[in-house]
Every structure is written in C-alpha cells, then in structure tokens.
C-alpha cells in the first residue's frame, strides 16, 4: 500500500526525497530498517578509519557521515545509493590539506581546511548540475581510472604499513614512505601485539568476504580486535587505541580559513569532485539498473553537492559514493534512502549516548579496514585485459599508475586526465582510414582489409576516413587523398565515403577547398558520399561549393560509383567529348595499393 500525497512538481523534480516519502510503501519498512542496523555497524569503523586516512580525528568522520547520509535522502535521486568517507578521497583529502598545515599542525585547523575543501567540492557539484557540465567526468577513460586506481590503492597500503605494525615514519611520497617503513622494521620498531592484530584484522577481513559474503566482515573484525583488547591488555603492550571519542552532536559550524589557502583547496575539491562524479555515475548506474530506474547525472551532482555540503557545515570533510557500502545495503534489503537515514540516526546515537564504545578499538584494526577497502580500489585482472587485448591503452593505465605513485594523489588525477584527452586527441588526429570495395555476394561496400578481394572501381577510389574532419587531422586527410591521387595511373574520382564524418570545422575546410582546386588541375574530382546534413549545411555555409561541384554530393556510396559508373560510360562511347582522363585509364584496373591508415589497426 502506497502512502501517495499530492506534491508540487516542481518540488518533487528538485527534491527527490519529497517525492520518495510520498510514494513509500509500509511493506518497505522492515527491509529499511534491518538494512540501516546492518549499514551503520559498516559505517561506524570505516568512517573512523577514512578520516584517520585522510588526516583528521576520528570523530569526525562520523559527524560526515551523519550529515551526508541526511542530506543525499533528501537531494539524491537514487532509491539505494550510500554515500560517505571513501578510500579513494582520504589521500586527495589528506594531500590537499597537509601541505597547508605546519608542522605538527592543529587538529583543528585541519577539520577547518577540510571542510572548506568539501563546501568547494559542493560549489563544483551544483554548479556543474546546472549548467550541464556533467559530461566532465567523461574525461577520465577506464583505463587511466583504473591506472589511478591502482596507483591510489597502492599508495594507501604503503602508507597505511606503519600503523599496522604499531609504529609511525615521518615522510611524505610513496617512495620516502616505503623505505621509512623499511627503515623502521630493520630499526626494531614494529610492536608485535599489534602486527598480530592489524595482519589477524586483515586476514578475518579476506576471508569472511570471500567464504560467507553475508557476514559484516567489517564489524566482525572490529569487534574481534576490541574483545582482543581488552582481554590480552594491547594498550600495556604498545598497541595504540582509538580511546574515549567526544560526545554530543557536533553544531552549525561556518568554516573558515585565510583567503591565501583557498587557490589550493580550490584546485583539491576540483580534483575531488571529478573522480566522485565519474565513480557516482558509473556505481549509481549499475544499482540503477537492478531496480529498473534510471540515472539523472544532474539529479546526482546536486544530491551530491548537497551531501558534501551538509557535511563542510557540520566539521566533516568531503564524501563520494561506495559501491561496497550500497551493495552491503542491498544485500540486506534495502528499498529506499531511508537506509541511510536509520544509519545515520544509530552513529548518532553512539556519539550521543555511547561514545565509549570504541574506546578499546585498535589502530592497528582501522589500518586494516583502510588496507581491505584499498585491495577492492585495485583492479588487476582490469589490467591484464587491457595488456591483453590493447597495449596502448594498457600504456596510459600505467602511466596513470606511475602518476599516482611517483608525483602524488593530486598530480596523478591530473596526469590521468591528461592522458585521457590526449588519448582522444590522438585518435582524432590518426584516425582509422580505408578504401572500399564491392565484395562478392555482399550487398554495398565494405573494407578491402576484411575483404581483400573486394572489387575496386576502375578509375574511382572509394575512401572512408573514420573521423570528425578537424583541424587536428586536416593535413592527415589532405596527404592521405594525395597519395591515392599519386597512384599510376591516377584516378579519375575520389569518392569520400563521409558517413563517420561528424563535423568539418574552419580548418577542415579551408584545406578541403585547396584540396579540390589542386585535385581538379590534375583532372580528378573530388566527390562525397553519405556526407550528414548537419555537416552538409556547414559546408555550404563555408562556401566550399564554389569548388566542389554541388553534384558531387551524393545520399550513398552505391549512389556516387553509379553516377562514376555512368560518366566512365559516356566518355568510352564519346571519344570526342571532354574528359578528365583516357579510355586506357578509365579501362585499367587501379593497382589495389595498401589501403590508407595501414600504421594503425581495426575494421569496419
């Protein structure tokens, strides 16, 4: 039975939550509140153990993760979506924030930069929603995502080491911390009792996820090593514990920082909001299609913005999606964001009500929950399949990779867009060209590599350049169609099968109109075919068909060799009327040259 209560439109499309209350169906409670229980005993370890990574007190990743739960139920659009600290965000946390602290720095002072940071990521966030920009996340491609990744697990684990093994290292960079940990265990500072439970942490961890998947391997870890605690006395043997948290519910708070800080925080939540866009989206659309919804990107940013938002204002810091997290909720049934709504509520009362109850909570323990949720981040079967089944980009995942690991969390975002777009740069500028040929007992024209006995056209070469015509490849076409005219004896007509052909820019069609001029000085015309009508209409805007004969556009490729076939015809059977070429020529077979593009791979 459906509670349905008449809602403005208008409130209901900006504020899903209004609409999720008036639609909710009583049958959903129980499932929502058992799986709320279930979430926050996940929620309540990793959000302490996320903002240790990131540089901040533990308390305060429960204080985000209250705030951003209640505020994604009432902004976001995703019936099941769980946000909170991430794995994939401490570091960028962390390395954005530390550079701004003196040495030693004030906690406070920390919490204040952080929540700056997320108040900045909430600015991108909403602003990208309205002004549509959310196609930005689209720059970063798979395979440098899962460079970056791998990158970013591999530097949490190493950084997490020590405090696994009971001690800390004073340096910064994935190589420095490496050999300091290496450092410290040669030194004789690793403290066993706590090895013992970071490794035993570990190990529960892996083998409740794997073998009884149901099982909260999280929460049973976590209990284990505060039984552990306080049976074996771990604190009088040097294990450090989480210790007594602050009580009460934390208040509005406006943070602020100097005004000199703000260009590197800026430059942080822009790095931030980037890879939590492009992994909400990915993770919301694949829970979307289990549920039968559908994805709105926008929707998401602003449900998103919200959350970091509510989180920059309650000493919180910022926050992404977690695919672990919502598939935890699923599996226990969740059916609305009224989840994380019980979630939230059951941390508050812990802070409220029982902040002790961690007080025994092992560091070694958190260290292993930051190292278990960074082996998920790694993807290395994703990794193989690329070295398998395409070495370049296997190349950008590990330059990617090396980003990460070599320069740091922040510059290795950056690298990983950059590689991105100039793996989209170079596809246009070398893109995949062929010649076309009628192959026997297949309708149409189709690629002479996948069909090397396709028949090619006495006289017409048939070109197909697989790209937008751009003034990254402008001089690619222009010298690609010269060599075919090189040919002995030279074609009559170039047909230009233009169908992949997205655009013609000014560039393009400059060169286009050289090209044509130069073409017709050696008699061959240059004709298209399949040519879209948006891009049609630009070229008739530029001009271009003061040069190319407007009968030269053809609807098909069949069409153009039809109207070649039927001017080959009348110039064999009027030998007295002008032609562009001798019956010889119109009559010897083209030599089947290597098709144009034969550096680069693929098929029609």
């Known amino acids: ?9 208008m409130l209901t499309r900006f504020v899903p939550g209004v609409r999720a209350l008036t639609t909710y169906r009583r049958s959903w409670l129980p499932k929502d509140l058992v799986a709320g229980v279930v979430l926050a005993t996940l929620l309540v370890p990793q959000g302490m153990a996320y903002a240790e990574l990131a540089g901040l007190p533990a308390i305060n990743g429960l204080y985000t993760s209250i705030l951003c739960l209640l505020a994604y139920a009432v902004f976001g659009p995703s ?21 701004l602290l003196v040495a030693g720095g004030d906690p406070q002072r920390a919490v204040a930069l952080a929540s700056v940071l997320a108040i900045l990521v909430a600015a991108i966030m909403i602003v990208a929603a309205l002004t549509g920009l959310g196609f930005i996340a689209e720059l970063l491609s798979k395979p440098t995502m899962i460079g970056y990744m791998n990158g970013l697990a591999v530097t949490i684990v190493i950084g997490q080491l020590p405090k696994l093994f009971g001690f800390s ?25 706590a090895a013992v439970v970071g490794i035993g942490g570990i190990v529960v961890v892996l083998v409740l996820q794997r073998w009884l998947p149901k099982v909260p391997a999280v929460l049973v870890m976590v209990v284990l090593s505060i039984a552990a605690a306080s049976v074996f006395d771990l604190a009088d043997r040097g294990v450090s514990l989480v210790g007594e948290l602050p009580q009460g519910f934390p208040p509005l708070t406006i943070p602020t920082v100097p005004w000199s800080d703000v260009p590197a925080l800026a430059a942080g939540a822009l790095g931030i909001a980037l890879v939590t866009l492009a992994d909400t989206i990915s993770t919301s659309a694949a829970f979307a299609g289990r549920t039968g919804q559908e994805v709105d990107g926008n929707q998401e940013m602003i449900g998103i913005g919200a959350a970091n938002l509510a989180a920059g204002l309650f000493q919180g810091f910022p926050v992404s999606t977690s695919g672990s997290r919502t598939a935890v909720a699923e599996r226990a049934g969740a059916k609305t964001q009224l989840t994380g709504v019980v979630g939230a509520g059951l941390i508050v009362v812990t802070i409220v009500a029982l902040p002790g109850l961690f007080r025994n909570l092992p560091q070694p323990a958190l260290a292993a929950v930051v190292m278990t949720a960074a082996f998920s981040l790694a993807d290395v079967p994703g990794t193989v399949r690329l070295w398998r089944q395409r070495k370049t980009e296997f190349s950008l995942s590990v330059a990617a990779f090396l980003g990460v690991a070599l320069l740091g969390v922040l510059p290795g975002i950056a690298i990983a867009v950059a590689l991105s777009i100039l793996n989209v740069f170079r596809r246009a500028w070398r893109p995949y060209t062929t010649m076309l040929g009628a192959a026997e007992g297949i309708e149409g024209y189709h690629d002479v590599r996948s069909y090397p006995d396709a028949e090619l056209v006495p006289g017409l070469v048939v070109y197909r350049f697989d790209a937008p015509l751009i003034f990254a490849n402008a001089a690619t076409f222009r010298d690609e169609v010269r060599r075919l005219a090189a040919t002995d004896p030279p074609p009559r007509w170039i047909l230009v099968a ?11 069609a400059d060169m286009l109109e050289d090209l044509d001029e130069e073409l017709n000085e050696r008699g061959i015309s240059l004709a298209f075919a399949e040519m879209k009508d948006p891009v049609r209409r630009k070229i008739e805007r530029y001009g271009l068909t003061r040069t190319i004969d407007p009968a030269k556009f053809f609807p098909t490729v069949e069409a153009g060799v039809a109207a070649y076939r039927a001017l080959a015809s009348t110039a064999a059977a009027s030998p007295d009327a002008p032609t562009q070429a001798t019956g010889s020529e119109l009559t010897s077979d083209i030599p089947r040259q290597p098709a144009p593009g034969g550096r680069r791979g693929g098929s029609a």
């Open 169 to 193: 290292v004073d340096a910064n960079g994935l190589v420095a911390e490496a050999e300091a940990f290496v450092r410290g265990v040669a030194d004789g500072k690793v403290v066993p009792a």
């Open 1 to 9: 039975m459906s509670t349905d209560v008449p809602a403005p439109r």
């Open 79 to 99: 019936r099941i979506l769980v946000l909170g600290p991430d794995s994939s965000l401490g570091p960028m946390i962390a390395a954005t924030i530390t550079p």
């Open 498 to 508: 233009a169908e992949p052909m997205t655009d013609v820019d000014t560039t393009a």
